[in-house]
């Protein structure tokens, strides 16, 4: 691409980006809705001040709190991190004219945000006011980007034509004669390392070194920088955050060179403020200088205003512009002084622009720019440092997210594309290497990222390779620190995304549960939460897990994927948070999103997600797909199993409770319980569904012999199933009141069914509670219905269910014998869930899916309006249960109890018609099918 076109181009799109800043910030001011903003992040409501001093430099330091009374200490998520340019405003709003102050953040926590105040505000109440604080566009970057743009433009000779030249292809990048044999500085790099190294160094314009997720970058990158200093080179090292140039500053100046920061202090961690100009410059010759100078100057000052005659106050008003024009000299001079002495100078791609501190200094006074992060940069930015140099380095991983842009058409007309990500594209392979031993994930973790991603070229090193967090000290042995992989699919769960208008608040509470679940397995077997980080692609979910877990851990690293970019963990759990029926993943289908999510894992990833809402999409199903090949696989169901199959809505012993028992692991504990939950091989239309379902999954057979044969004690399936067949024995088993538990660890895990010990009737006279208070508050309103009505319906309902279960099994083998062969086996599945997900009164439509009852007598889900027992013809039986609770113990009891799977027939027959009519039309339909193919 030519220069001009390339910059006329940008410039465009830039202007078109700082628009949709503009706009974002008018529709902020005008108060449109501040709470909205909140949850894209870039806003925090209702916060006060936890405290406030006096910080480096003078500046005011105000420490930003959620409120104290409210319980909660933890803030909403949100993208505030240092260096961010925000407004402080009282509670009117954010509009110009409640601003209270603006400064700059400074630290950023799960709890608080610092911000360095330049004005510091009188107007600031600590006890009682609350503030709202904003992220404030900022167009000093994009002055400054255009600037350079425009420089680019017109650059007609100067240090970096050759470069220019290079990176818009109009000429051939070029290498010096062989160096003589390179000494590494540093005698542990990998044979990657030390090529990029060596590349780097015999490159005469450009080098560009390939990054993947752990494979020591920066590492690298540091030696690079060392090598040139031994050679005298002078470095300009950029990049686009504070956080990456803080961490090669301290990476630096540890190495023993000569580093210099440049850059508002405020903004540089604490670590690093002793590199910084203003610290320097302290401590320079030249410092007490101008201190002196300064001195003189206050000391004409208060002349000047105690001086009555006018001819001495002019004489003094010249003394001091004088002393003035002294001190800028002497300054400029100070500050030349200490950037020539720097070997590396250091500061972000904006911050070296030639109106700061760089314009002291001669245009050739580099030798090299080496800009890291590159691929999270805008090239505009990056040709700011890059105009001042011969040749440039480039580090960075165009395989993870590019640079954040808020216009959509901008980002889609090219302004995400980074220089790195570019220059790949045009040039390949001759100007890049790529380090590729990594030094963090599992290998199991990393073969995904690589195959996927970095085209297999990833080996992981041995020291990392096969490491788990049961290695870790204090760490058990148990299931979940054993596992590098583990996938927990919530599909068929009905653990449903919650339905929003925008694309960033999603949210799953089901997930949510699951992900408390995980958490507190790893926990118990001693990681510590400060080596779990939880990530959530979305905001809104990011804020539903930091409610449900930061109180008990408040070292857990609870961000969105996007805040998380960077950083690694020993253990990552990720929740996918899309679970729909139309299979729409959003903004999950940017594939380096994943591919950043996955690879900040040390040694665990546990992915919670519907596997069958993900897998439409291609690259997540990879993801999915190599997680059931090579980790373990769990479905939700093991997990909670009152949310199987459906949401239930009202469990008759408590959720929570039952959390807590059937914790993973622990798979006592999740079998056995089923056996209490109602009368064996009760055939209603969800269990004819599954058993069929089951029965091609290719164990019909045995399923068939099992529940023929009584004698036959227990059902072994193998372990071969997959999460999705696995998913549907539990639920079969489930629904026809058998035992199920999981057996056996790892890919060799596989589920027993077995019988519940018979004990016929028991259920009845179990001395539980068992009557749901919808039941027991009619019953109280009630007159005495005549004795013996339940006893009478027990004996019905027996009899009911022995031919209901044949027919089941009849039904089922028809269903299977009818279907299977034929494709629209698939639609009958779907007609039946379909029947299951509305209210189950016969003439009823309403959904059920996000609200519904289920009513513990006939065991189905009813909406709101049909719900209670009375309504929809369990009215006898509830009072009957009632009564006889009652003179057994004489006692009332809260609404809880057993769930009893007794049916209501007349529903029973409807689902059947139903179903029988259903099997009737596929039959017409397969008969008519081949015909329809001839006559086309
Ligand atoms: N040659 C090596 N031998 C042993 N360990 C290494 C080597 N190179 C890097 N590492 C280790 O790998 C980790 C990451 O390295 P480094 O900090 O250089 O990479 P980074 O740039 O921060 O990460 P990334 O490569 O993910 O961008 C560090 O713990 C580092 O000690
Ligand atoms: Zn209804
Ligand atoms: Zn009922």
Known sequence: MEVESFVSKTLDLLQEEREAEIEETRLWQENISLKDLQSKGVCL?????????????????IVLEPRRHMGVSILPSNNFGPGDIVGVYDLDGCKPSSQVCTGVVTRASQSAITVACE??????????????LLKLANDVTYKRMKKALTTLNGYSSGPASDLISVLFGYSEPSCNSQPSELSFLNTGLDSSQREAVSFALSQREVAVIHGPPGTGKTTTVVEIILQAVKQGLKVLCCAGSNVAVDNLVERLAKAKARVLRLGHPAR????????????????????????????????????????????????LKREVSELRKELRTREAAAITEVLKRADVVLATNTGANDTGPLKSLPADHFDWVVIDECAQALESSCWIPLLRARKCILAGDYKQLPPTIKSQTAASKGLSVSLMERLVQNRGDSVVRMLTVQYRMNRDIMTWASDHMYQGKLTAHGSVEKHLLRDLPGVASVEETCTPLLLIDTAGCGLNETEATDEQSKGNPGEVDIVELHIKALTEAGVKSKDIAVIAPYNLQVDLLRQRLSTRHPDLEIKSVDGFQGREKEAVVLTLVRSNRKGEVGFLAEDRRINVAVTRARRHLAVVCDTKTVTTHAFLKTLVDHMTQHGDVRTAFEYLQDIVPQNYTRDHRGTKANCAKVEPGNKKASGGKGSQRGD????????????????????????????????????????????HDRLLVHQVAEELGLNHESQGEGKDRFIVVSRPPAEPHQARE????????????EERNSPDPPGGLFSQSAVDLKRHQTQMAKQAKAKACEIVAAAMPDDDFDSLIAAVVKAERVCSFVKCKTSVVHLGQLCSFCNRQ???????PEVHGCGDLAKANARMRISKEGVLYAGSGLKDKSVDPNRKAYLHRKLDSRLKDMEKQRKTKPKEKETN
């Open 119 to 132: 004005d510091p505000p009188d107007r600031l109440n600590l006890d009682t006011e609350l503030y709202n």
């Open 766 to 777: 179990d001395p539980q509670p068992l009557q749901p208070a919808a039941g027991l508050e």
């Open 862 to 868: 009813y909406c709101l309006g049909h719900h209670i």
């Open 45 to 61: 409501l209702k916060l006060q001040i936890g405290s406030q001093s006096t910080g480096l430099y003078g500046r005011s330091l």
């Open 268 to 315: 540089l961690l604490e670590s690093i403020q002793k590199h910084s100009l203003d610290a320097v410059l302290a401590h320079s010759d030249n410092a007490s200088i101008i201190a002196d100078i300064r001195r003189d100057m206050d000391k004409a000052f208060m002349g000047m205003k105690k001086q009555r005659d006018k001819g001495e106050k002019i004489h």
């Open 680 to 723: 064996p091989q009760n055939g209603s239309g969800v269990t004819l569904f599954l058993f069929s379902a089951l029965i091609a999954t290719g164990t019909s057979d045995q399923v068939e012999r099992f529940l023929q044969d009584q004698d036959q004690a227990e059902l072994r399936f193998p372990s071969t199933l997959n999460s």
